[in-house]
């Protein structure tokens, strides 16, 4: 039986326990649907492990909005050969954090779970192609 990489399970936004299942409904950017799933499709894990867990994943997106505002300065140095304007810096930062939002919104989350959720583990036994929901 082989195992689902930690990295593509993360990526494709699956599941911490069983690395099948979907975590989101609807696409990157659809703005009507980006909704979390309360439960795991396949393994039925509830994601919110505690009432209010995801209040942590607002410190894990702020965390990513800052890595990504000095990779968009960096870029943007680099591209206008130093540009000394505020207001250009200013700008590329609140578009390149608009642009990213439904990115940090999903990423914060399996972060949250993936990488600082003792609780939940992976139980490769849940990795199967089997449907039968995991109760
Ligand atoms: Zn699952």
């Not at 039986?1 to 990157?28: E, Y």
């Not at 965390?63 to 140095?77: C, D, H, K, P, S």
């Not at 954090?97 to 439904?102: D, E, I, M, N």
């Not at 490769?124 to 109760?135: N, Q, V």
């Amino acid at each position: 039986m082989t195992q689902t990489p930690k990295s593509w399970a993360m990526l494709h936004t699956k599941c911490p326990r069983c690395r099948r299942g979907d975590m989101f409904s609807g696409g990157l950017y659809n703005f009507g649907s980006n909704k979390i799933y309360d439960h795991c499709p396949h393994c039925n894990l509830h994601f919110e492990i505690e009432p209010g867990y995801f209040y942590a994943a607002m410190y894990v997106s702020y965390a990513l909005n800052v890595m990504e505002a000095f990779g968009i300065v960096a870029i943007t140095w680099a591209v206008t050969q130093n540009a000394d304007s505020p207001w250009l810096y200013t700008g590329v930062i609140l578009l390149g954090c608009l642009l990213l939002s439904p990115i940090n919104f999903r990423y914060s989350r399996v972060l949250l779970l993936y990488w600082l959720s003792p609780k939940i583990n992976y139980q490769p036994h849940l990795d199967t192609d089997d449907t039968t929901p995991y109760l």
